[in-house]
T-cell receptor
Framework: SAVISQKPSRDICQRGTSLTIQCQVD?????MFWYRQQPGQSLTLIAT?????????ESGFVIDKFPISRPNLTFSTLTVSNMSPEDSSIYLC????????????FGEGSWLTVV | AQKVTQAQTEISVVEKEDVTLDCVYE???????LFWYKQPPSGELVFLIR??????QNEISGRYSWNFQKSTSSFNFTITASQVVDSAVYFC????????????FGSGTRLLVRP
């Protein structure tokens, strides 16, 4: 299975600032995704990170707020811009492991608290 | 439209009891995948199982078993002889073949196993 590393694991951020979360995978993967989990809630897909092209955003999420980069098949970043307390969440990177099993794995998550 | 329902918000059992977590899904697709994930307090999402819509065989893995019934659109998860380490939030999720592996999550069931 793919091994996914996220940085930072936790951070406390000031209102109005931006933070970039990194996701590194130990193998090349086609599909990478970013999810958000607000406190006590389920997971919601923010966007699909496409290698070599712009990310595909889900309804309710926009590029200006959550810019995403995908420079290669093993790495992606998600930036949370102009943060407010409502952005306090766990942000999780996930990949589709196409090594024959089509299983979807998740990173450890990045816990952001905005104060 | 696709939807996943986990009606049990929280379940509390005593160690060694068996417990079943319910999952009901809705989809118009004939080809889809169902997943279960475990989220311990540390926050990471641990993959437990993936099942495709053409495979209705029940599966057992140690103390874990899964019952997939297309007739009732259910994919229930049973933990036999529960242990304190099983305490976590468990998520059921659906991915339709045409959705490029995007996951639709249920709201999660919090399982508390008391010693």
């Amino acid at each position: 299975s793919a091994v996914i590393s996220q940085k930072p694991s936790r951070d406390i951020c000031q209102r109005g600032t931006s933070l970039t979360i990194q996701c590194q995978v130990d193998s090349q993967v086609t599909m990478m995704f970013w999810y958000r989990q607000q406190p006590g809630q389920s997971l919601t897909l923010i966007a699909t990170a496409n290698q070599g092209s712009e990310a595909t955003y889900e309804s309710g999420f926009v590029i200006d707020k959550f810019p995403i980069s995908r420079p290669n098949l093993t790495f992606s970043t998600l930036t949370v811009s102009n943060m407010s307390p409502e952005d306090s969440s766990i942000y999780l990177c996930s990949v589709e492991d196409s090594g024959g099993l089509n299983t979807i794995y998740f990173g450890e998550g990045s816990w952001l608290t905005v104060v | 439209a696709q939807k996943v329902t986990q009606a049990q918000t929280e379940i509390s059992v005593v160690e060694k009891e068996d417990v079943t977590l319910d999952c009901v899904y809705e989809t118009r697709d004939t080809t889809y995948y169902l997943f279960w994930y475990k989220q311990p307090p540390s926050g990471e999402l641990v993959f437990l199982i993936r099942r495709n819509s053409f495979d209705e065989q029940n599966e057992i893995s140690g103390r874990y078993s899964w019952n997939f019934q297309k007739s009732t659109s259910s994919f229930n998860f049973t933990i036999t002889a529960s242990q304190v380490v099983d305490s976590a939030v468990y998520f059921c999720a659906l991915s339709e073949m045409d959705s490029s592996y995007k996951l639709i999550f249920g709201s999660g069931t919090r399982l508390l196993v008391r010693p």
